[in-house]
């Protein structure tokens, strides 16, 4: 099967590889139609990502058709077409039987911290991604959903992570009725967060980047307030002139590993991997939202160290919130929204590439050229 591969940082292209076999009576084969380059992904594209080996496959965010299931799936039959969570969990265990689907404790024998993640090193589980032709998908009865007939199949490809983590990201900032919410990044799953804060009871939102091109899509998009980071002195004393001297009441990370703002920072962590990541955007969340607030981490780091005001949170009485998004437990809500024409998650779709010019797509995505936004993989 054609598959993209990792060669190191920024190297990637197209190959041969075997086609994934069924490994386990609950396992499925899934023949993708499309996928998503996700943020994360580049973490991994940069060379961040601790245990992300040569050959590895990247891609959690995809759709396809069920061609093949072993002898203990009893839910899905070849053809189904699928959408699959990012997460690979059981189902069963102690985490899973709490909806913590993102924490399984049976799939991921490199970690503790965190479960299992498709295309995302060995570190999260090692397993193959969907950016090819076939993807295993482990308990094939607990994870992928059959699509609904009347949904897009770009709405259920972005379900799969970025707009099912953003909507996730507003949930856990806990928003109540008229609160102030500010939302750094505005990539798609900030975007996604900033949209579904109205949808929470936001009263405000505010969404911060350095980008114009993506601040006017949080302007459209999401309704939102913008401010450009590279054109104040100080973002945190903005956002406290713009909130009445007190900060906001909630504040959401969609930012993570390889935040700007800070040189010393981004060279520790994106150039030099001294750090788990730059923890510029969460530092600056910790700052800006108001004693008491609360502050939804959605921005993926790596497991190193990383330099967060800690002590500032303390002192703040601040709550900090935080997992990868358990996705599939957001889909019901998102699905009727979805068909009540309250979001349209594929309008954050900008590119579009078929698989053998992934490498120009990651190039694309990564530079953040012709304004991209979010790209998505034709297979």
């Given at each position: 099967?054609?598959?993209?591969?990792?060669?190191?940082?920024?190297?990637?292209?197209?190959?041969?590889?075997?086609?994934?076999?069924?490994?386990?009576?609950?396992?499925?084969?899934?023949?993708?139609?499309?996928?998503?380059?996700?943020?994360?992904?580049?973490?991994?594209?940069?060379?961040?990502?601790?245990?992300?080996?040569?050959?590895?496959?990247?891609?959690?965010?995809?759709?396809?058709?069920?061609?093949?299931?072993?002898?203990?799936?009893?839910?899905?039959?070849?053809?189904?077409?699928?959408?699959?969570?990012?997460?690979?969990?059981?189902?069963?265990?102690?985490?899973?039987?709490?909806?913590?689907?993102?924490?399984?404790?049976?799939?991921?024998?490199?970690?503790?911290?965190?479960?299992?993640?498709y295309g995302y090193s060995?570190?999260?589980?090692?397993?193959?991604?969907?950016?090819?032709?076939?993807?295993?998908?482990?308990?094939?009865?607990?994870?992928?959903?059959?699509?609904?007939?009347?949904?897009?199949?770009?709405?259920?490809?972005?379900?799969?992570?970025?707009?099912?983590?953003?909507?996730?990201?507003?949930?856990?900032?806990?928003?109540?009725?008229?609160?102030?919410?500010?939302?750094?990044?505005?990539?798609?799953?900030?975007?996604?967060?900033?949209?579904?804060?109205?949808?929470?009871?936001?009263?405000?939102?505010?969404?911060?980047?350095?980008?114009?091109?993506?601040?006017?899509?949080?302007?459209?998009?999401?309704?939102?307030?913008?401010?450009?980071?590279?054109?104040?002195?100080d973002i945190v004393l903005?956002?406290?002139?713009?909130?009445?001297?007190?900060?906001?009441?909630?504040?959401?990370?969609?930012?993570?590993?390889?935040?700007?703002?800070?040189?010393?920072?981004?060279?520790?962590?994106?150039?030099?991997?001294?750090?788990?990541?730059?923890?510029?955007?969460?530092?600056?969340?910790?700052?800006?939202?108001?004693?008491?607030?609360?502050?939804?981490?959605?921005?993926?780091?790596?497991?190193?160290?990383?330099?967060?005001?800690?002590?500032?949170?303390?002192?703040?009485?601040?709550?900090?919130?935080?997992?990868?998004?358990?996705?599939?437990?957001?889909?019901?809500?998102?699905?009727?929204?979805?068909?009540?024409?309250?979001?349209?998650?594929?309008?954050?779709?900008?590119?579009?590439?078929?698989?053998?010019?992934?490498?120009?797509?990651?190039?694309?995505?990564?530079?953040?050229?012709?304004?991209c936004i979010k790209t998505?993989?034709?297979?």
């Open positions: 099967m054609r598959a993209m591969t990792y060669r190191g940082p920024y190297k990637m292209r197209v190959e041969e590889k075997p086609e994934p076999r069924i490994e386990h009576p609950q396992d499925a084969i899934v023949k993708v139609e499309l996928a998503a380059i996700c943020g994360s992904d580049l973490h991994l594209y940069h060379g961040m990502m601790p245990d992300t080996r040569i050959g590895h496959t990247f891609g959690h965010e995809f759709i396809g058709t069920v061609h093949e299931v072993g002898g203990g799936v009893q839910t899905l039959r070849v053809g189904d077409r699928v959408m699959v969570p990012f997460n690979i969990y059981c189902g069963s265990c102690f985490f899973c039987a709490r909806g913590l689907f993102s924490n399984c404790h049976n799939v991921n024998a490199n970690a503790t911290a965190v479960g299992a993640i060995h570190t999260a589980g090692g397993y193959d991604g969907g950016q090819a032709e076939f993807v295993r998908v482990p308990f094939a009865d607990v994870g992928p959903w059959v699509i609904p007939t009347d949904l897009h199949d770009e709405d259920a490809l972005l379900l799969t992570d970025a707009y099912s983590t953003g909507y996730f990201g507003a949930q856990l900032a806990d928003i109540e009725e008229g609160d102030t919410a500010v939302v750094f990044g505005a990539g798609p799953v900030g975007l996604a967060a900033a949209h579904s804060a109205w949808l929470m009871g936001a009263g405000r939102v505010i969404v911060v980047d350095h980008l114009d091109y993506r601040l006017e899509k949080a302007r459209t998009y999401a309704r939102a307030e913008t401010v450009n980071f590279g054109q104040v002195g903005t956002l406290k002139k713009m909130t009445a001297g007190l900060g906001s009441d909630v504040a959401v990370d969609a930012v993570g590993a390889e935040a700007d703002g800070h040189v010393l920072q981004h060279i520790t962590s994106a150039k030099l991997k001294m750090q788990g990541g730059s923890p510029v955007a969460l530092n600056w969340a910790i700052d800006s939202v108001r004693k008491g607030g609360t502050v939804s981490v959605m921005g993926a780091y790596g497991p190193l160290f990383s330099a967060v005001k800690f002590g500032d949170a303390m002192n703040k009485g601040l709550t900090l919130r935080m997992n990868q998004a358990p996705v599939a437990r957001q889909w019901p809500r998102l699905i009727e929204h979805i068909r009540s024409g309250v979001i349209a998650p594929r309008d954050l779709i900008t590119h579009r590439f078929p698989l053998e010019h992934i490498a120009e797509a990651y190039h694309v995505f990564s530079a953040k050229l012709d304004g998505v993989v034709h297979v």
